[in-house]
């Protein structure tokens, strides 16, 4: 009886995780790029482009790479370099990181000194998939491991 409730939550699991391929599967962001960090104490005046990041002062890896039009980064921690106009309404003098349009070549004259980053091609950069198809699939395999592992606990003899 317990086995056969076991085989069921297996194969419910096995279905989720199925689901959630078909799902969120495709939704994924071919990297093809990674942060290479250029510089200390340089920033560009404007070219920024799509949202910052707050709370760190390295770059987002999603933004960096094919489907992506920033080519460098500014970033700064707070300590070393600190840019006060803030990200989205986050600590101001926290870490936070901008995107530009322009190569970090060219990035030059801006007010507000941080660590210059340039988006380089990676040719080991591997696609990743979505956070939300990352999560629907590791529910998946979290209750197809639990039913795993516990059919594996019932069937072991006794020390």
């Known amino acids: 009886m317990e086995c056969a409730r076991s085989d069921r939550r297996v194969a419910v699991a ?7 391929v078909m799902l969120f599967g495709t939704a994924t962001v071919a990297l093809g790029g990674t942060w290479k ?13 799509g949202p910052c990041t707050a709370g760190s002062s390295i770059p987002n890896p999603v933004r960096c790479g094919e489907g992506s039009p ?7 921690d ?8 803030g990200c989205n309404g986050s600590d101001p003098e926290g870490p936070w990181c901008t995107y530009k349009t322009t190569t970090a070549a060219e990035c030059i004259d801006g007010a507000n000194p941080g660590f210059l980053y340039e988006c380089v ?10 956070t939300t198809g990352v999560a629907a699939m590791g529910l998946a395999l979290t209750a197809l491991m639990g039913a795993g592992v516990r059919r594996r606990l019932r069937s072991a003899e006794p020390v």
């Not at 960090?37 to 482009?49: I, K």
């Not at 920033?70 to 700064?76: D, E, K, N, Q, R």
């Open 78 to 85: 707070g300590a070393t370099f600190r840019n006060l106009s």
């Open 37 to 49: 960090l250029v510089a200390a104490g340089r920033d560009c005046a404007g070219t920024d482009v």
């Open 14 to 20: 096995l279905r989720s995780l199925i689901v959630a």
């Open 121 to 130: 091609d990676d040719p080991t950069a591997i696609p990743i998939m979505s």
């Open 70 to 76: 920033a080519t460098s980064a500014v970033c700064w």
